[in-house]
DNA sequence: CAGGAGTATGACGGTTTCGTGACAACCCGA
DNA sequence: TCGGGTTGTCACGAAACCGTCATACTCCTG
């Protein structure tokens, strides 16, 4: 599922953008200024960023700079202004396409598509950095100080179902759930696969730095 | 110096896009139907190409497919209709960007502009080289150590579509997509073409390097 | 410090997954 | 029509994996 950061001031307009883009099925998380979007970006960058041109604070365009010194995201700029001479500034600082607000959904998540297909072969295989350890889900693995951990399948959902949600508590009702697509189950079979998992990717299984138990609760991967 | 292709039927409009574009240092090259742009631009390819909705004959959509089934040049589409629905159809059809008549020449260069930034980065798929394993879906060779290697169309393709995808998993149920366009059928029979590529491919097919076997996932191209 | 709830871990049998060889159907050029 | 090359199906063995259970350990509470 295609991940879209919307970065939009205007509290209906944020509202309406991320509802219409879920029920599109992408995953969207929105900020209200660049500044937050900018830094929400670089913690977890998303696939895509949709972004208004009017901002408090820093304006769009300091928020499309931003974005592309760190990296070659595709940016939609979504704005009411209409003129030529905002549109030439906007893509001529990095944006890759330009709707005018009211914007029609189909439109911008077919633009979005597009955008999407030429992009997607520049695209490097995200990551998510724990410290010494690194999660690939796209790529099937997981680096340990730069080497590759041999996990089972089971292990290896569990390890990105944690990891996608690092620093939260997960219950092992829903690491069954979700790993396991069971409804219900033995709740000792996480113990188990966790177990197995701490073998493989920490130093002292029996002091584990990265999968952390919290007791009572369920287990959470430490940022 | 860039090239355009510019395909619309109206003479006085492609004549003026024509002379704005040469304005702006563009090499232009024009047509006035979808069949002689289809023509012209396989005899040399223009580094982008335009195109008008309403054409005679072969229209606007017969013609952006016809340009993507030979390659992936970046497509802009101008056009007097602003219904959405023709819209999301030119972006479905290949085409990258839309543009609405009449359009500022000056908004036009730089959607180009950012197409071809966007583009250039994607593009480099002449060739694919892994280690002493070079891919070239164009020419429709793979070379090993320099050396040639025949592969069938069914392998060539599977390697084509991992290369593209390199360092990244691809399900048993996704290759079938992609290499035989099944919407099911037996994944053992990924297998057995995995199975006959290694022959070919790789030095010691029990052991392959290459076409790596990320067991209860799928199959990646290490890089 | 005793008891209990919660958690960790090792062992084991059944199951799944993967690689491979065999084979028949098919395509296509000679 | 023939024959070589290619393709999809099948079956089997080896290896890897999974879930269960029993047991041991840890933490908290009274």
């Keep these: 599922m295609a991940s879209v950061l919307v970065i939009e001031d205007d509290d209906r307009i944020r509202l309406s953008l991320t509802l219409a883009l879920e029920d599109e099925g992408y995953g969207v998380r929105a900020a209200a200024t660049a500044e937050d979007g900018l830094a929400e970006h670089r913690q977890d960058p998303a696939d895509t960023v949709l972004v208004d041109l009017m901002l408090p604070g820093l304006d769009g365009y300091d928020c499309i700079r931003g974005l592309r010194r760190d990296g070659d995201v595709p940016i939609v700029v979504v704005s009411a ?17 330009y709707l005018i607000k009211p914007v ?4 911008l998540t077919a633009r979005l598509r597009a955008l999407r297909r030429r992009s997607r072969a520049a695209l490097p295989v995200p990551a998510l950095t724990f410290g010494d350890l690194e999660v690939r889900p796209l790529a099937g693995e997981v680096l340990l100080r730069g080497e590759p951990v041999a996990l089972t399948r089971t292990e290896f959902r569990l390890l990105c179902e944690l990891a996608e949600h690092a620093g939260q508590v997960l219950s092992r009702q829903q690491l069954l759930n979700r790993v396991w697509e069971y409804d219900f189950g033995d709740e000792r079979l996480v113990d ?3 177990g197995r998992l701490r073998q493989k990717i920490e130093d002292e299984p029996g002091a584990p730095r990265h999968v952390v138990t919290v007791r009572g609760l369920g287990y959470k991967l430490h940022r």
């Design 81 to 97: 202004r209409s003129d030529t001479h905002d549109i030439v500034a906007a893509l001529e600082a990095g944006a890759d396409d």
């Design 104 to 107: 029609a959904i189909k439109e």
């Design 192 to 194: 188990v696969h966790i």
